[in-house]
């Protein structure tokens, strides 16, 4: 059942990336178990799952397992906290979610993964891709570029520019690919380095440069990943 796992997947992303504040974060972080956050956020995830799957019965024992094991590897995580890096936490934190999430699914039915999708189905990957492409696209850079401060880097910035300079090309992207015109991507590199260019050469700061080529390539290389994997799905 290609739909159930899609409904579950969005379920995930917009529970994990979208509905959750940094304060809801921060507040599990600091009081685990007894965190009014905690629950909320399980709870919200159960309630996503059910709602997406329109309240199934049958579906109940595969939402309870998928629900216990969220708490269950959230409550390790921050447990971990201080053990672990941070940005190994979150990958391997999300990397569980799926494989369990994608198993529980694997389990329970008997799922044809190659088959086509049917055009009523559509709509869930537009919708899982631009929630990628955005909030769990912007989460994933912020965790692999943490390793680097950016606190002793001179000049002002608009607040959340960068985030949202990112998101608006990552959009552009995946339109490009899926239009099939690549030739865009060229251009949109070529006018982004223009704009930056007075920028970095007047900060004279080697490591900027590199910050924003690495920040760069990732997001270039997500977007390009999430369309691909959009038009596979659509196919």
Same mark, same amino acid.
């Given at each position: 059942?290609?739909?159930?796992?899609?409904?579950?997947?969005?379920?995930?992303?917009?529970?994990?990336?979208?509905?959750?504040?940094?304060?809801?974060?921060?507040?599990?972080?600091?009081?685990?178990?007894?965190?009014?956050?905690?629950? !909320?956020?399980?709870?919200?995830?159960?309630?996503?799952?059910?709602?997406?799957?329109?309240?199934?019965?049958?579906?109940?024992?595969?939402?309870?397992?998928?629900? @216990?094991?969220?708490?269950?590897?959230?409550?390790?995580?921050?447990?971990?906290?201080?053990?672990?890096?941070?940005?190994?936490?979150?990958?391997?934190?999300?990397?569980?979610? @799926?494989?369990?999430?994608?198993?529980?699914?694997?389990?329970?039915?008997?799922?044809?993964?190659?088959?086509?999708?049917?055009?009523?189905?559509?709509?869930?990957?537009?919708?899982?891709?631009?929630?990628?492409?955005?909030?769990?696209?912007?989460?994933?850079?912020?965790?692999?570029?943490?390793?680097?401060?950016?606190?002793?880097?001179?000049?002002?910035?608009?607040?959340?520019?960068?985030?949202?300079?990112?998101?608006?090309?990552?959009?552009?992207?995946?339109?490009?690919?899926?239009?099939?015109?690549?030739?865009?991507?060229?251009?949109?590199?070529?006018?982004?380095?223009?704009?930056?260019?007075?920028? @970095?050469?007047?900060?004279?700061?080697?490591?900027?440069?590199?910050?924003?080529?690495?920040?760069?390539?990732?997001?270039?290389?997500?977007?390009? !990943?999430?369309?691909?994997?959009?038009?596979?799905?659509?196919?």
């Amino acid at each position: 059942m290609i739909t159930t796992l899609l409904q579950f997947l969005l379920a995930h992303f917009l529970g994990d990336f979208v509905l959750q504040t940094t304060k809801w974060v921060k507040d599990k972080e600091e009081k685990g178990l007894k965190s009014i956050y905690l629950w !909320m956020h399980i709870g919200i995830h159960f309630l996503l799952m059910f709602v997406f799957t329109a309240f199934k019965v049958k579906l109940i024992p595969v939402i309870v397992a998928i629900g @216990l094991s969220h708490l269950i590897i959230d409550v390790i995580k921050i447990k971990l906290k201080h053990r672990v890096p941070a940005s190994y936490l979150f990958f391997g934190d999300q990397l569980l979610h @799926l494989l369990i999430l994608v198993g529980a699914l694997g389990l329970y039915f008997d799922i044809n993964w190659i088959r086509f999708l049917n055009p009523s189905e559509h709509w869930i990957i537009w919708i899982l891709a631009f929630i990628m492409l955005t909030s769990v696209s912007a989460v994933i850079l912020k965790v692999a570029l943490s390793k680097w401060d950016l606190m002793t880097f001179e000049g002002e910035a608009l607040e959340k520019a960068g985030l949202y300079i990112g998101i608006l090309e990552r959009l552009f992207i995946f339109g490009f690919v899926v239009m099939g015109y690549w030739a865009g991507i060229g251009f949109l590199i070529a006018a982004k380095s223009i704009f930056r260019f007075s920028d @970095l050469s007047r900060s004279k700061d080697r490591k900027l440069t590199e910050y924003v080529l690495i920040g760069t390539l990732l997001s270039y290389g997500l977007a390009i !990943m999430i369309a691909l994997g959009a038009l596979w799905a659509l196919r």
